[in-house]
């Protein structure tokens, strides 16, 4: 039996290069190798206010960006959060056996919380045990996601254990697939920052849906860093991280992108970055708009009912271990 593989996306704001290098590009890549479930976690969305109708479309909009990326309904299952109730249903249970200590250390919870506790919902709280519940349904081996939801991943490996002691062997303990390059894109206006969809700067990120111009104009306002010379170089974050695009975009190896730019500035390089991402985004771009709100329908029902059929029995074995049912 192939290996399974977990991961989504919230359908909440606009989806940036940061999502696609760090997460998309490897769904897709790893569709050879393995049988791959990638939800869209609309129930996650909402542990922030949203507005309905703008939710709403943004679903059904972000199966549009998986399928243009190249995630294959034929190879994959695609499908909505909400449709698949057991998520909801095994976040109980297993909000039952975490512990308030470990959900407190989760740092998101404290940016994205403003630290302020008092005020923050409890389901921004909790999230992290329905993202465990996503995971751990389809009996995961391996979560392809980037280096922000590495401590959420190690809280779901922490749940399916204590899980698997107290009542037995139950869940597949799944293992975080994070990419050596792009785990981490940062923002183009703070290198100290990481790309964010909630980001109020949207000169920072550079959005799947942006026009040419657009990205021109954002990678040409980008911020460098003093020094000269086009290099992977940690100390020198702004353009180590425009680097890493251009790398992610072109395909080349890092020895190649170096060679590529010896000697050259880094107005000249800027320039070839900005040709390079808009050539990247073209063809996703364009198959985006492809997808009629009927055959996404058919395509999302088909994946609700392949995920429901998988997370049933999973559920089912949970239940009957806690002596629920
Ligand atoms: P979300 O919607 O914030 O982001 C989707 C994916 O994009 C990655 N990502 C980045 N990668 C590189 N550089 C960046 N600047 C960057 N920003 C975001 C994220 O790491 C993620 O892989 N909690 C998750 C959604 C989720 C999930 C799950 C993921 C819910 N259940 C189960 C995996 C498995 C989230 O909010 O991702």
Redesign the pocket.
């Known amino acids: 039996m192939s290996k399974r593989i977990?991961?989504?996306?919230?359908p909440?704001g606009q989806?940036?290069i940061?999502?696609y290098?760090?997460?998309?590009k490897n769904w897709v890549a790893l569709q050879d190798a393995y049988e791959c479930f990638y939800?869209i976690?609309n129930l996650?969305a909402i542990t922030l206010p949203q507005e309905p109708a703008t939710l709403k479309k943004a679903t059904l909009d972000l199966a549009r960006i998986y399928l243009a990326a190249g995630v294959d309904p034929e190879r994959s299952t695609i499908f909505i959060?909400s449709d698949v109730p057991q998520h909801a249903e095994l976040a109980w249970v297993l909000s039952c056996i975490a512990r308030m200590g470990e959900l407190e250390r989760m740092t998101q919870f404290k940016d994205k919380g403003k630290g302020n506790a008092e005020r923050a919902g409890v389901g921004l709280f909790t999230?992290p045990i329905?993202?465990a519940s996503?995971?751990l349904l389809y009996q995961t081996d391996l979560?392809?996601?980037?280096?922000?939801?590495k401590q959420?991943?190690e809280l779901?490996r922490d749940l399916a254990e204590r899980f698997n002691r107290d009542y037995g062997e139950t869940f597949k303990v799944p293992e975080p697939y994070i990419p050596k390059a792009?785990?981490?894109?940062?923002s183009l206006q703070d290198a100290e920052k990481?790309?964010?969809?909630s980001d109020e700067n949207p000169a920072g990120s550079i959005f799947l849906l942006d026009d040419a111009d657009t990205i021109t104009k954002k990678i040409k306002r980008a911020v460098t860093d003093s020094g000269v010379g086009v290099e992977f170089d940690e100390t020198r974050p702004a353009i180590n991280n425009l680097l890493i695009i251009y790398q992610l975009v072109t395909d080349k190896t890092a020895d190649e992108c170096v060679a590529h730019f010896e000697g050259k500035m880094y107005g000249q390089f800027k320039t070839e970055l900005a040709e390079a991402v808009v050539e990247f985004l073209r063809p996703f771009q364009e198959r985006v708009k492809q997808y009629d709100d009927t055959t996404l329908r058919e395509i999302l029902d088909r994946g609700a009912e392949r995920a429901r059929s998988e997370a049933s029995r999973t559920l089912k074995d949970v239940y009957s271990r806690t002596g629920i049912n």
């Open positions: 977990f991961s989504g996306a919230q909440t989806l940036h940061g999502n290098l760090g997460a998309l939800c976690v996650h959060q999230y329905l993202m996503d995971i979560v392809p996601v980037g280096q922000d939801q959420h991943l779901s792009g785990a981490s894109i940062k990481k790309m964010s969809k």
